[in-house]
């Protein structure tokens, strides 16, 4: 597909099947350990979250894959996948304060390797065994999507090197479209495997899992930052109408680390908290991307956690939790 030509088609986002009145702001919620989605807390911690705007949450559920040679895959409900009634309650207490929700099955690697990587070769006996488990594992949330009338099922995130063998990926695509009724969203990474996807079509929305790099420098300046936006713009206008989807940022967000805004992807390095660097980015997103094109539909930030006393100044993490990027998202998300 090429990267450069784009069809004349300018996507509307207005009046998409009743979802996308305007950009869809909202939040991934995740929890990487059992029985914290049930919890009064983390229904604490919704409610903080609504009062700063937000109208849609992404419940991330993750569920494991042994290594990238094997094709076993394993729900860990008694460690550290939640278990479905767990996700089932934070489901309802989410849509008890009016949030509507994508439910965002992850798959990660037990040793903590990247997901991009799983690709089994030549050896289509673990292809075919692969998509057979990870059919499975997407039903099993499927299923609940449709019980629990969600508003949006997100089919894979970041699978890079799987998305090749198309045939598969379509049959999952209309395995899931048997069980549930709503709209369907790939999150794929932003560094090329966008383009990479061949069943777009198939789906409602292209997912893009936006950790753009957006400076070199250690102390960017907001108009360096806004600037650095228009190329990666350019490319997604030119796939949005080239197959006439609109876009939605499956996950954007960046840590409160000094240094941060060059490798928003980079989720371990060390380095000295910088809440006012975090609060750039998002500002920068928003004077940027927000509301500025036709084929956006909105954007989940990445990450909101379940305890409501998470982040704070010494965080260096992804949260915007009681940092100055909280207050940049009650600006925009409540204007």
Known sequence: MSRILCAAIVVSVAGFGG???????????????????GTP??????????AIGAEWIAIVVTCYQESLDSPVIRCLEETRTPALDEVRELIRAAKSLRFKVLLKPHLDIDDGTWRRFIDFGADEEAWKDWFVAYGAFLLRYAVLAQEEKVEMFCIGVELGGTVK???????????????????????????????DV?????????????????????APTLEELVAA?????RSIECLARRVEKPVIFTEIGYRSLDGALREPWNWPSPGEPDPEEQ?????????????????????????WEVDPAAGGPGDTGYTPQHKPAEEILRVYFRD
Do not use: C
């Open 198 to 218: 061949p069943f777009w079509q198939e789906l409602d929305y292209i997912g893009i899992d936006a950790y753009y790099p957006l400076s070199g420098k250690f």
């Open 19 to 37: 979802l996308a009145e305007g950009p869809i702001e909202g939040m991934n919620v995740a929890a990487w350990w059992h029985s914290l989605y």
């Open 229 to 233: 936006w228009k190329g990666p713009l």
């Open 41 to 50: 807390q983390a229904k604490e911690s919704l409610a903080d979250l609504k």
């Open 165 to 195: 063998r198309a045939r598969e990926w379509r049959k999952v695509i209309r395995a899931v479209r048997a069980t549930y009724s709503g709209p369907l969203i790939y999150a794929a990474s932003w560094d090329g495997e966008i383009w």
């Open 279 to 303: 609060a750039l980015g998002y500002r920068a997103f928003f004077e940027a991307v927000w509301g500025k094109y036709p084929w956006f539909a909105g954007a989940f930030f990445w990450h």
